[in-house]
Every structure is written in structure tokens, then in C-alpha cells.
């Protein structure tokens, strides 16, 4: 298995977000990182670093998920919004186009509200070389199994699953799993992404909605509960062409592994009429039971019961790091799902 990291990565290090109205110290930085490196150690692997943070092949495959105006805002906002008279350091949106909005706004506020859908995504000087390193990390996984490598990891921080075509959200910039789906479907006509993280995928849900080529299925919480909130349900199947392609199995809050395992079952069952010829794993591990984000309740073993599952699929795979944040067990929970799949 080739695992990638790039350490451009932490120039992505939001100090706070907005958490029940208040400023809270973000789950979501470089000691993710840390933390997830100890675990693919403990795995007996290594990191290799991706040769390349900025290509045109990675804007060009980029430029397939989101479209060119949030490109241009995620690479382009910090400076603008500087310019401010008496402009905050980080990008925070202040106003959104809740229920509707007629037009894009050329002013830098508007544009935050537009594109910045929470509060969880505020972004700072170096953030977007940071977002494009964790998307080039992805990259490099997904080309490894494209070179013939059957599995590959990418630990990609800031996370990407809620990420959407036009939007960031839940942590997320770019949609690291989708692009990963990208590069695979340059050589495979039919691709899965399987999303295993506590939260509903939905960024990646809204980017391949329309499409039948790219197969989408999640397992996370009833949303009615819990984050992403508005999307996410049983009843969102696709639409046209995807219509049958989108598989959503919402889970009680709370739930625990053998439900999990369950719902897993039924999701790869689902999968069984696709037929897809490689995978991408949106690889979230905070479903754990102590993870700060407390929606689920798997033990570490959880993990590693999902890992030996997905590798009996046998096809082509990239494993892309979702959510999971700062707990004593998240690198062993890394190791758990690691262990699974290199023995399944
Ligand atoms: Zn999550």
C-alpha cells in the first residue's frame, strides 16, 4: 500500500469556529495529522509525500468537482477580504442567501456568505495552500492505484466530504474523495465512493447527484439530528441520470458497532448492482465512541471489522482521511481499520 501526507498541509491551522454561538477551539488542525501519522506507523507504514502541491493536471481535475468561481474565491478571498477596512484575520461569513439569493455578489462578504456555507470553515492567509496540499495528497493517491498499486491511503487534512460543487462546509474545502474519484474514472468507467465517516457525505453527494458513473453511498447519522442537517436522507436516491447511484442509510444518534456493521452490509449490498471497478473510502473514523464530535458509539475493534469488510470487495482503492478528531484513540483507530483491510 503507498500512504501519502504533505506537510503543506498545516498552513491550514484555524485557531477557533463557531461552535452553539460561541467561539470554541477547532477539532480540526494539524494535530489531526499528528495524530493520524502515529497511527499508519503503528501500522508498520510509511508516508511518501506527493511531488506536486500546484499542476495544472490538479486544477484542470479540480475544476471537474467545483465550479471555477469557488476555485477562484477559496485561492483569492484572503487578500481581498484584507483589504477591509478593519477586516478580521480569518474570512468569516457574516450573511448567507438562506432559502434562495438572485445573484452572486461581487463584494468580499457577500461572496464569504455565499460560498462559506457554516461556521466551520474560516480561512486564513496560508489556508489555501494548505486546502490544495490535502487535495494534491488525494491526487497522489488516487494516480498510485491508477499506476497499479491496489490501495492506497491519503491523509488528506482539511477534510473534503462536505465540500460541495460551489460551497465549503463542515471543515471542508475541497472534496478530496471526489477528486479522487476523478482520477480513477480516467481509466475505470465505473466508480464507488463509500462513505464510512460519522456525518452524511453531502458535498460529495451534491457533486456526482446528476451522474450514474460515479456511485455515492454513506452510512452517518439521521441528519435529521445531527450535522450536515439538509441532506443526507433515506429518500435521496439521485436524480436523472444518477437516479439509483445515491445511497444514503441513516443510523439512530448513538448507534453502535454491530448497527454499523449492519447498515455496512446493506449499503455493499446495494453497491453489488453497480458493479464498480475501483473505490474510494471516504475514511471518517468519528464514529468512535469518544470522539469530541459524539454521535456514535464504536469501540477501536469497530474499525477494524470495517477495514477486513471493505478489503473483501478485492477492486482498485483509495482510502481518503475524513473526519476524526483529537482523541487518545484516534491513531489507534486509524491502526484498527488498517490492520482490517491489510488482513481482509
Ligand atoms: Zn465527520
Redesign the pocket.
Known amino acids: 500500500m503507498k500512504l501519502f501526507y504533505h506537510p503543506d498541509q498545516e498552513r491550514h491551522a484555524p485557531g477557533t469556529f463557531l461552535l452553539r454561538g460561541r467561539p470554541a477551539p477547532s477539532p480540526e488542525g494539524p494535530v489531526r495529522a499528528e495524530l493520524l501519522s502515529q497511527g499508519v506507523v503503528a501500522s508498520g507504514f510509511s508516508l511518501s509525500e506527493p511531488d506536486v502541491v500546484d499542476s495544472p493536471l490538479l486544477r484542470s481535475r479540480l475544476a471537474k468537482v467545483h465550479t471555477h468561481r469557488y476555485l477562484e474565491f477559496l485561492e483569492t478571498i484572503h487578500g481581498r477580504w484584507r483589504e477591509l477596512p478593519g477586516a478580521a484575520e480569518l474570512v468569516s461569513p457574516n450573511v448567507h442567501p438562506t432559502g434562495g439569493g438572485h445573484h452572486y455578489p461581487r463584494h468580499p462578504v457577500g461572496q464569504a456568505g455565499w460560498h462559506l456555507h457554516d461556521m466551520a470553515c474560516p480561512i486564513g492567509a496560508e489556508s489555501f495552500r494548505g486546502i490544495l496540499a490535502s487535495a494534491a495528497t488525494a491526487q497522489a493517491a488516487a494516480e498510485a492505484v491508477l499506476g497499479g498499486h491496489g490501495t492506497a491511503y491519503a491523509l488528506c487534512r482539511p ?1 473534503g466530504h462536505h465540500a460541495g460543487p460551489d460551497r465549503a462546509g ?1 471543515f471542508c474545502f475541497l472534496n478530496n474523495s471526489a477528486l479522487a474519484a476523478t482520477v480513477l474514472r480516467e481509466y475505470f468507467a465505473r466508480v464507488a465512493i463509500i462513505d464510512v ?3 452524511h457525505g453531502n458535498g460529495t453527494q451534491d457533486i456526482f447527484y446528476y451522474r450514474g458513473d460515479v456511485w455515492t453511498g454513506s452510512l452517518h447519522v439521521d441528519p435529521g439530528d445531527f450535522y450536515p442537517f439538509f441532506w443526507g436522507g433515506a429518500g435521496e436516491e439521485g436524480m436523472g441520470e444518477g437516479l439509483g447511484t445515491n445511497v444514503n442509510l441513516p443510523l439512530p444518534l448513538g448507534s453502535d458497532g454491530a448497527a454499523f456493521h449492519g447498515a455496512l452490509d446493506e449499503l455493499l449490498e446495494r453497491l453489488d448492482d453497480f458493479s464498480p471497478q475501483a473505490v474510494v473510502v471516504a475514511l ?1 473514523l ?1 464514529a468512535h465512541r469518544d470522539d469530541p ?1 459524539a454521535g456514535m458509539a464504536l469501540e477501536t475493534s469497530d474499525f477494524t471489522v470495517i477495514g477486513r469488510r471493505l478489503a473483501r470487495l478485492s477492486l482498485p482503492t483509495v482510502l481518503v482521511q ?3 478528531y483529537p482523541t487518545e484513540h484516534l491513531g489507534a483507530n486509524l491502526t484498527a481499520f488498517m490492520d482490517g483491510f491489510t488482513a481482509g
Do not use: Q, V
Request: charged share 25%; aromatic share 0%; no cysteine.
Open positions: 477534510p463542515g465517516d460519522l456525518h471518517g468519528d464530535l475524513e473526519g476524526g
